[in-house]
Nanobody, 123 residues
Framework: QVQLVESGGGLVQAGGSLRLSCAASGRTFRYYYMGWFQQAPGKEREFVAGIRWSSGATYYADSMKGRFTISRDNAKNTVYLQMNSLKPEDTAVYYC????????????????WGQGTQVTVSS
């Protein structure tokens, strides 16, 4: 059974940093693409960043470039999202997703999803 478990969310002041983790289990993800998404209150879920597990190639939403960095640790089967210079508008639930097809991850239609972790940025 595939499981994606996010952690690392919390309350942080504007300008601060957080690192989110997504622990993946239940299958081999070597040929998968992993993605991070954010869903702010009252808004649609939005792609933040993606990574190809095998090569480490990364993909970012234009609005997230420069402040957010996605990475993975093969030994720990974990994907990370380092978030710096956080702003109140980054407040959202952040979800991890996985799919063997990149376009599905970019489109937000990945086959596997975690339960989400809340990030709240205070001004």
């Amino acid at each position: 059974q595939v499981q994606l478990v996010e952690s690392g969310g919390g309350l942080v002041q504007a300008g601060g940093s957080l690192r989110l983790s997504c622990a993946a289990s239940g299958r081999t993800f070597r040929y998968y693409y992993m993605g991070w998404f954010q869903q702010a209150p009252g808004k649609e879920r939005e792609f933040v960043a993606g990574i190809r597990w095998s090569s480490g190639a990364t993909y970012y939403a234009d609005s997230m470039k420069g402040r957010f960095t996605i990475s993975r640790d093969n030994a720990k089967n974990t994907v990370y999202l380092q978030m710096n210079s956080l702003k109140p508008e980054d407040t959202a639930v952040y979800y991890c997703a996985a799919d063997p097809i990149l376009s599905r991850v970019l489109a937000g239609t990945a086959g596997y999803w975690g339960q989400g972790t809340q990030v709240t940025v205070s001004s």
